[in-house]
Every structure is written in C-alpha cells, then in structure tokens.
C-alpha cells in the first residue's frame, strides 16, 4: 500500500523569505515522488519529481524538494518566495515496485506569501 | 501541442440527468486518468487507461459512472442519473514514458492535467 500526509493545512511565508512545504510518504518499495502545484480554478501543474540519484531535485520556477529516506520525507523548498506562488501544492507517492501506475495524493497545503 | 484540453469547463445539471465530459489529452502520451477532486482534497483516482484499454477503476467509481477511450486518443466520462454528491471538480491527465537523451526510459510516468470540468448538481 502507499501513502502520503501533508502535515500542514496551510503554510504561511513572508515574500523574499524561504519557505518549505513538508510531506511524508509511505511505500513498500522504493518511491517515486512527486510534487504539484494548483492554482485557483485550475488544473495541477507538475513541479518536479524524484525517482532516483541525488537527494536534492530541483524542479520549475525555483522550487527543489529534498529526498529523505530515513525520514520518508520529500519536503518543497524555495530559497526566496514569491507572492505569485501562492497556491496549492500537492505531494504524490507512486510505489515503483508496486504494479499499478496510480499515484496517491496528498489532501495538499495552501501556501500564502505576504507581500 | 497545448496540452491537456478537457471539455465543458463548467457544467451544471438537475439531479437525475445524465452528464459527458470530454478529455483530449498531450497527442503522444498514451496513458490516460481520471480524477474526482472535492475543496480541500486532493484528487481521487477514478479510472485509467493505457491506450484504448481501461485497466484499472477505482471503488469510487459507481455503476453510474462509465469512461471510454475508444481509438486510444480522446476519453469521455458519463455520469447517469447524476445526484448531488457528485458535485466536484473532475480532472483529467495523460503521461508517457520517454527515454532520456541518454537512451535512458523514464518510468515514473509523471502527470500532465487539464484544466478539469467543474460540475454542479442541483
């Protein structure tokens, strides 16, 4: 079975501040995950993913998500945020080992940056 | 290609009625999902196919609920005898594995969506 949780409800960042969004997983083998965002009446937008390699991935419009796997976290990180990227993000976890091709998701954290 | 295209944006329907919605999804990817989003959730998985074959559906998907994908391109999601707890936002996305400019195939299928239908039911 797999699993995410998005701690947070809603995170809330002064602009030129950095900013984290967390998520945990859970899987039997190993994840790929995956990070979205959704902005208002709007579809989600794929962010960046990890698979494999190196535990820091950096993804769209300046955004990078760090690969824990002692902690089964994949937290989002922006170095300086952005008052346009206020939005919903979403975390997903597909187990690569699990046969079905459908990612679980996160219920999402709506992320609110103060001018 | 501009990417996901889902069609109506916006429905609203008496309780009871039927309702179609329309996917078209990126030209070259051949795997195709359906999503049920509700405030405050993220999306519900509700069916998947791979090319013109319908392989997995969700629990959630009641027997009011059928999708088609029948020339492996364009997808349509029914709902029969709509009732007001299918108000929601439903999404559509598509995604395909491509090998990397090392030859390499990407497999973790990551997922492109449309804009999704919002629908109503009064």
């Known amino acids: 079975a797999q699993s995410v949780a998005q701690p947070e409800d809603q995170v809330n960042v002064a602009e030129g501040n950095p900013l984290t969004v967390k998520c945990t997983y859970s899987?039997?083998?190993?994840?790929?995950l995956f990070w979205y965002v959704q902005y208002p009446n709007r579809g989600l937008q794929f962010l960046l993913k990890?698979?494999?390699?190196?535990?820091l991935v950096k993804g769209s419009y300046g955004f990078e998500a760090e690969f824990n796997k002692s902690q089964t976290s994949f937290h989002l990180k922006k170095p300086s945020a952005l008052v346009s990227d206020s939005a919903l993000y979403f975390c997903?976890?597909?187990?690569?080992?699990?046969?079905?091709?459908?990612?679980?998701f996160g219920r999402g954290t709506s992320l609110i940056v103060h001018p | 290609d501009t990417g996901v295209s889902q069609d109506p944006r916006h429905k609203i329907t008496k309780r009871g009625q039927n309702v179609t919605f329309r996917c078209d999804p990126i030209?070259?990817?051949?795997?195709l999902y359906w999503y049920r989003q509700t405030l405050g959730q993220g999306p519900e998985f509700l069916t998947y196919?791979?090319?013109?074959?319908?392989?997995?559906k969700s629990r959630l998907l009641s027997d009011r609920f059928s999708a088609e994908r029948p020339k492996g391109s364009f997808s349509t999601l029914e709902i029969q005898r709509t009732e007001q707890g299918d108000s929601a936002m439903y999404l559509c996305?598509?995604?395909?594995?491509?090998?990397?400019?090392?030859?390499?195939?990407?497999?973790?299928?990551?997922?492109?969506f449309g804009p999704g239908t919002r629908l109503t039911v009064t």
């Open positions: 196919f791979q090319n013109e074959a319908q392989l997995e």
């Open positions: 030209s070259e990817h051949n795997r």
């Open positions: 997903a976890v597909r187990d690569e080992t699990g046969g079905s091709y459908i990612p679980t």
């Open positions: 899987v039997s083998g190993n994840p790929y």
């Open positions: 990890y698979i494999t390699g190196d535990n």
């Open positions: 996305a598509s995604s395909s594995s491509r090998p990397n400019p090392q030859g390499v195939t990407d497999h973790s299928y990551e997922q492109y």
